[in-house]
Nanobody, 125 residues
Framework: QVQLVESGGGLVQAGGSLRLSCAAS????????MAWFRQAPGKEHEFVAG????????YYVDSVKGRFTISRDNAKNTVYLQMNSLKPEDTAVYYC??????????????????WGQGTQVTVSS
């Protein structure tokens, strides 16, 4: 069992920055590919960014490339999402997710073994 707790969300003006953190506990963190998803009101969960077990490869949805950066610290059992140049359309609940089943980063939340309760990000125009 893995517990994931997100933090760092909040209200920010367009153009601003936030850094989300996801602290994991329970099993060996480095066994898991990690990802961030988001869900805006009335929409499905959307893959935002993913990172492989050792942090060697990262993946992003096109809408955040160049603005968001995913990273991880396996010694601290934490994955991060640095979000810069935020836009109102980035407003959503952000979730981190963990997967140890697949070799590659997956793009659908149902393919992950665990995910957290989420943290709200609101970007005002």
């Amino acid at each position: 069992q893995v517990q994931l707790v997100e933090s760092g969300g909040g209200l920010v003006q367009a153009g601003g920055s936030l850094r989300l953190s996801c602290a994991a506990s329970g099993r060996t963190f480095s066994d898991y590919n990690m990802a961030w998803f988001r869900q805006a009101p009335g929409k499905e969960h959307e893959f935002v960014a993913g990172i492989t077990r050792a942090g060697g490869s990262t993946y992003y949805v096109d809408s955040v490339k160049g603005r968001f950066t995913i990273s991880r610290d396996n010694a601290k059992n934490t994955v991060y999402l640095q979000m810069n140049s935020l836009k109102p359309e980035d407003t959503a609940v952000y979730y981190c997710a963990a997967d140890r089943t697949y070799n590659s980063v997956r793009y659908h939340l149902h393919e992950y073994d665990y995910w957290g309760q989420g943290t709200q990000v609101t970007v005002s125009s």
